[in-house]
């Protein structure tokens, strides 16, 4: 059975570790919309406590479809979305599951939409509509759902951070935490997870088991002061992270961790920034702790860069296609990344800096 943890305060939520530098405040939508189908769930009730708890607008829809998102203008549209929360039921076709290499086996979905503010947002052209942040009310029936697709022989790896930002989420939720235990019950799955936030307190004491891996997408100043709105510092993801890897005995969560860096950018002196990046991932983690590392370069589609230029009009975010190499799928779909010899610098620097500064850890991809 889902269990049901409500926090008695926004205080509460907000408890800052010793140390832990200054994070960002949790997102708090402005409106908070429930289907009908999503208050028949019982996870959609129990998001419907925690949200009461937190004092938060909440509006009951009769029927099951969102209306009133669209503004005079994109980004209008967009303001309005980003401050909404629709707590709606997953549809059927999210549960017949996909692959998601080389993240993980598979991908299934807590929510879609995110509460940051990232102007290369990898959701740009990925979602339909306007960007409202969808909270799925049938955990059970999302989770129930996955045992089909366990391999015998095998540990099958889940990633949970494709649509969403799930730490971002999870004071309002809880759904985060419901799958850690989940997993912790489940010897041939492990779950991934992503995040850019650094509210971690209400996940050191799960029974996770080991099979859950945390990971923190982290960058270099210069990147993440411009382009990270909305998002917890660098600095405090880093020790959320820290809080995570450590036992549970010194007070942590004693979970296997990750880092993915993302999305890499050769800016100017970007070997310089990207040194003083690994100096404080170095400073974080200073104790031994299972570790991996995932690598990821900017890149952008014709379609993503409209709907993101749409959103930020004013971004100086690097997307001129004249300078890239094209990358087509096997679709037929085009992306713009970098150029094979600023690929080949960037990937010899990163494996170097990894294998040298973390001579233990894993490096499994880098695209």
Not at 2 to 14: D, F, H, V
Not at 182 to 189: D, E, L, N
Not at 293 to 315: A, C, M, Q
Not at 344 to 365: C, D, N, Q
């Amino acid at each position: 059975m889902l269990s049901t943890i409500i926090p008695e305060s926004i205080a509460q939520l907000n408890h800052s570790n010793k140390l832990a530098p200054k994070s960002t405040q949790l997102w708090m939508p402005e409106r908070v919309l429930f289907t009908p189908d999503a208050l028949a769930e019982s996870w959609g009730q129990q998001i419907l406590n925690r949200v009461k708890g937190l004092g938060l607008p909440i509006e009951e829809l009769p029927r099951n479809r969102l209306t009133g998102l669209k503004g005079d203008d994109d980004r209008e549209t967009y303001n309005t979305a980003k401050r909404t929360l629709a707590v709606v039921t997953a549809p059927a076709s999210d549960l017949k599951l996909s692959p998601i290499p080389p993240s993980a086996d598979w991908q299934f979905h807590l929510a879609k939409g995110c509460p940051a503010h990232c102007q290369y947002c990898y959701l740009a052209g990925s979602l339909a509509g306007p960007p409202v942040i969808r909270a799925y009310a049938n955990l059970p029936q999302i989770l129930d759902n996955l045992a089909a697709y366990e391999q015998v022989g095998s540990v099958t790896t889940y990633e949970v951070s494709c649509y969403t930002d799930p730490l971002g989420i999870e004071h309002l939720t809880g759904s985060l935490a419901e799958c850690i235990r989940y997993f912790g019950t489940r010897s041939a799955a492990g779950l991934r997870w992503v995040s850019k936030f650094d509210a971690v307190d209400g996940l050191l004491d799960l029974p996770h088991n080991g099979r859950t891996r945390c990971r923190m997408s982290v960058n270099t100043a210069p990147i993440s002061q411009r382009f990270e709105g909305g998002t917890a510092p660098v600095a405090a993801r880093l020790q959320a992270l820290r809080r995570l890897a450590l036992p549970q005995a010194q007070g942590g969560g004693g979970y296997p961790v990750g880092v993915v860096i993302a999305p890499i950018m050769p800016i100017a002196d970007w070997e310089l920034h990207y040194d003083r990046l690994f100096d404080d991932l170095s400073e974080a983690l200073d104790f031994d702790c299972d570790l991996t590392f995932e690598l990821i370069s900017h890149r952008f589609t014709p379609g993503s860069k409209d709907v993101l230029l749409s959103w930020y009009p004013n971004t100086k975010l690097e997307m001129d296609e004249a300078t890239r190499s094209v990358k087509r799928n096997k679709f037929g779909g085009t992306k713009y990344v970098y150029d094979a010899q600023t690929m080949k610098s960037l990937r010899r620097y990163f494996e170097g800096e990894i294998a040298h500064r973390f001579p233990h850890a894993r490096l499994l991809y880098w695209t």
